[in-house]
């Protein structure tokens, strides 16, 4: 439905369709999208194209380890515009475990890296660097560097 005040589109979050329907009504009192089915709903202003983002959080939860993070994409195409997550890593030279927060922003050129000791919460490391420096780490290591005596 148009909203004339606002001149608002109700649209399916799911699948884009147009709804006949009030951008002020509960998600109680709305009835399926007839193409998906979804519930799920979102307004765009007309005669402008509506940014729309698609936010995924996964969590992995283990008894050891726990891991919780976020990923943005827009319409499922190319890299994810931020990618972060907070973790409990192992630390292979010490053996210890540390804990690991981590933001990847492609829109803003930006690289957050926080490590903190597991046991004493100390700041072993803090890497706040634009993305395109950030080069020469984890993935990002050209194959091949080995060190060969």
């Known amino acids: 439905m148009v909203n004339q005040e606002n001149s608002e589109i109700v649209r399916c979050n799911n699948?884009?369709?147009?709804?006949?329907e009030s951008p002020s009504i509960q998600y109680s009192e709305r009835t399926p999208c007839p193409v998906c089915g979804s519930l799920s709903r979102y307004c765009e202003k007309r005669?402008?194209?509506a940014k729309h983002y698609k936010i995924a959080i996964n969590t992995a939860l283990s008894v050891s380890i726990p891991r919780i993070g976020a990923r943005g994409k827009r319409h499922g195409k190319g890299k994810p515009f931020i990618d972060q997550y907070s973790k409990?890593?192992?630390?292979?030279?010490?053996?210890e475990y540390h804990d690991v927060d981590r933001v990847i922003d492609r829109d803003n050129n930006l690289y957050i890296e926080i490590i903190k000791d597991s046991k004493t919460g100390k700041v072993l490391r803090h890497c706040w660097e634009l993305l395109d420096y950030h080069v020469g780490h984890g993935y990002a290591k050209q194959k091949g560097d080995s060190k060969t005596d």
Request: with cysteine.
């Open 47 to 49: 005669g402008r194209v």
């Open 88 to 95: 409990r890593e192992l630390f292979r030279e010490t053996g």
């Open 15 to 20: 699948c884009r369709t147009i709804l006949n």
